[in-house]
């Protein structure tokens, strides 16, 4: 759904990398299991920083994670952490790449006890994409919400780290589970 020149996006103009996300990836609906664990990794990566900067690094942590296969990740020894620390190319931050070794076995755990992650994550919007009051600008678009805070409890309560109720509400907003393209944007859908 790329728009011709001149259109208004919510944010990322300027920025081919960014314009590609937003037209191409933001707010679409994610149903896949193992693309679900990388964006939730990614945006426990992102805590504190912006997501052009995880975006811009997005290629060197699909490779310094081995493609987030979570069977993988869950087997990382103290010599992966000590080369991950290394790679400049990511966000060298340990107790973001501690977070992302445990949240890889919780997610494992969690498929071995409920079933795919993507269902579990779904359940919290019952299957749907939310559609929260139109906003015209940031300020007016929310940092979380009972969904998000539902997810970061139940996320938590089953180990997994870097998953509070912003990062959750900015995870769904990425995969669709929350549709905040504001007024304006040529994505932007009438609520009903």
Known sequence: MTPPPGV?????????L?????????GVPLHESRALFEK????????GLSWRTILHKRENFRRAFHGFDP???????????????ADASIVRNRLKIDAAIGNARAFLRLEYELGPFADYLWAF???????????RAWRQV????????????DLQARGFRFVGPTICYAFMQAVGMVDDHRI?????????
């Open 125 to 135: 919007t019952d299957g749907r994409t939310l559609r929260p009051r139109a906003a």
């Open 71 to 85: 069977e993988r990740i869950a087997r990382y020894s103290a010599r992966d952490r000590t080369r991950l620390l």
């Open 40 to 47: 939730l990794l990614l945006d426990s990566f992102q805590a």
């Open 18 to 26: 960014m314009e590609a996300y937003h037209d191409l990836e933001w």
């Open 142 to 153: 929310p940092t979380h919400s009972p969904e998000s805070d539902a997810m970061s409890k």
């Open 8 to 16: 208004r996006r919510c944010f990322g103009t300027g920025d081919p």
């Open 184 to 192: 304006g944007c040529f994505r932007y859908q009438r609520r009903r």
